[in-house]
């Protein structure tokens, strides 16, 4: 799991810390620096509210029923998989806007004078980030290698943004942010099928928790049905029994159990509610996710050949480091 929410708070992080970068540049260039302290009390608060957010989901749920822990659970790993969906495809969709809304936001926050509003937008924009954060390590709350592997990917983050934002280093964005946005899916698969397991055990979804006369069983045995093999009524087992039972071959508590549920959401022991919601969602989404890729790589090639043209017809002045930087971030970001 650590590699799995490594990699969840470096892409979080990483979309904050260029946010952020791109509003102290911009106030900056304006000549705004008396504003950059309520940008950065805007960032620490919504990192407290994260981390609040985080401790009471972690430790407030331990004073309520197993079913209440359950249904809550399920209902926010739901709600993380909407939020992070949407995040993903509103990145390739509006990336090569960002920094034009958010230099437009500055400037309407500088009319009303006070400067509380780009407080608002830097909170806005880091509590956005660390709410989904929060939302997606929720199944693995508790697990102390989850949570280095997520504190880990935020620092590196943070100093990676530091360092492109002064310009000091360069990365392709659209293909840092195509390849994460491609592991954010596979895991939001993963997330959905946790979420679904615990409504099944609330027995708020049908399924191989919720006992008679839902539940599949072997008119003999009484045993939940598993598979296409346990009976020979298999097709009874569909859709609210077990799918699969590999826990004689896959140790559930075991390293291999944790690292494929940890980056594909498999677990020895699923349901066929668990397997079909999975399947479907990876179905619908992917396809989309990959027209979406090419279109903008297709885009930003079109647009790279124009802007060589155009520099070959009006040569531009040098810009500082920092302000190149933040330009390829933005043209970058356009290119998932």
Same mark, same amino acid.
């Given at each position: 799991?650590?590699?799995? +929410?490594?990699?969840?708070?470096?892409?979080?992080?990483?979309?904050?810390?260029?946010?952020?970068?791109?509003?102290?540049?911009?106030?900056?260039?304006?000549?705004? #620096?008396?504003?950059?302290?309520?940008?950065?009390?805007?960032?620490?608060?919504a990192?407290?509210?994260?981390?609040?957010?985080?401790?009471?989901? *972690?430790?407030?749920?331990?004073?309520? %029923?197993? *079913?209440?822990?359950?249904?809550?659970?399920? +209902?926010?790993?739901?709600l993380?998989?909407?939020?992070?969906t949407?995040?993903?495809?509103?990145?390739?969709?509006?990336?090569?806007?960002?920094?034009? @809304?958010?230099?437009?936001?500055?400037?309407?926050?500088?009319?009303?004078?006070?400067?509380?509003?780009i407080?608002?937008?830097?909170?806005? %924009?880091?509590?956005? @980030?660390g709410?989904?954060t929060?939302?997606?390590?929720?199944?693995?709350?508790?697990?102390?290698?989850?949570?280095?592997?997520a504190?880990?990917?935020i620092?590196?983050?943070?100093? =990676?943004?530091?360092?492109f934002?002064?310009?000091?280093?360069?990365?392709?964005?659209?293909?840092?942010?195509?390849? *994460?946005g491609?592991?954010?899916?596979?895991?939001?698969a993963?997330?959905?099928?946790y979420? =679904?397991? #615990?409504?099944? @055990?609330?027995?708020?979804?049908?399924?191989?928790? +919720?006992?008679?006369?839902i539940?599949?069983?072997?008119?003999?045995?009484?045993?939940?049905?598993?598979?296409? *093999?346990?009976?020979?009524?298999?097709?009874?087992?569909?859709?609210?029994?077990?799918?699969?039972?590999?826990?004689?071959?896959? @140790?559930? %508590?075991?390293?291999?159990?944790?690292?494929?549920?940890?980056?594909?959401?498999?677990?020895?022991?699923?349901s066929?509610?668990e397997?079909?919601?999975?399947?479907?969602?990876?179905? =619908?989404?992917?396809?989309?996710?990959?027209?979406?890729?090419?279109?903008?790589?297709k885009?930003?090639s079109?647009?790279a050949?124009?802007?060589?043209s155009?520099a070959?017809?009006?040569?531009?002045?040098?810009?500082?480091?920092? %302000? #190149?930087?933040?330009?390829?971030?933005?043209?970058?970001?356009?290119?998932?």
């Amino acid at each position: 799991m650590f590699f799995a +929410s490594f990699l969840i708070g470096l892409r979080e992080g990483l979309e904050a810390a260029l946010i952020i970068g791109i509003l102290l540049a911009y106030v900056g260039k304006l000549g705004r #620096d008396d504003v950059k302290q309520k940008i950065w009390l805007g960032v620490w608060i919504a990192v407290g509210l994260s981390l609040a957010l985080g401790a009471l989901f *972690t430790f407030g749920r331990y004073g309520l %029923s197993f *079913t209440a822990q359950e249904v809550i659970g399920g +209902s926010m790993s739901l709600l993380a998989v909407a939020m992070v969906t949407w995040m993903v495809f509103w990145m390739m969709n509006t990336g090569s806007k960002l920094k034009d @809304e958010l230099q437009t936001g500055v400037d309407r926050a500088l009319l009303i004078g006070s400067g509380w509003a780009i407080f608002w937008l830097a909170f806005v %924009s880091v509590a956005r @980030e660390g709410i989904e954060t929060t939302l997606m390590l929720w199944g693995w709350a508790g697990n102390l290698v989850a949570a280095a592997g997520a504190v880990v990917g935020i620092l590196i983050a943070v100093g =990676i943004g530091y360092l492109f934002n002064r310009g000091m280093l360069r990365i392709n964005l659209r293909v840092f942010f195509a390849w *994460t946005g491609t592991f954010l899916i596979i895991v939001s698969a993963g997330v959905l099928a946790y979420g =679904i397991h #615990d409504l099944q @055990e609330a027995a708020v979804l049908p399924g191989p928790f +919720s006992g008679s006369p839902i539940t599949p069983t072997n008119f003999r045995t009484g045993e939940v049905l598993t598979g296409f *093999t346990d009976s020979p009524f298999w097709a009874a087992a569909y859709p609210f029994g077990w799918a699969f039972n590999l826990e004689h071959v896959i @140790e559930p %508590s075991g390293m291999l159990a944790a690292f494929l549920k940890g980056t594909v959401g498999f677990v020895p022991l699923m349901s066929w509610l668990e397997v079909t919601l999975w399947a479907l969602y990876l179905a =619908i989404v992917f396809p989309f996710f990959i027209r979406q890729v090419i279109r903008a790589r297709k885009e930003a090639s079109d647009r790279a050949k124009g802007g060589k043209s155009r520099a070959h017809q009006t040569p531009t002045p040098p810009s500082d480091r920092r %302000s #190149d930087a933040l330009e390829t971030a933005d043209a970058q970001q356009g290119e998932i």
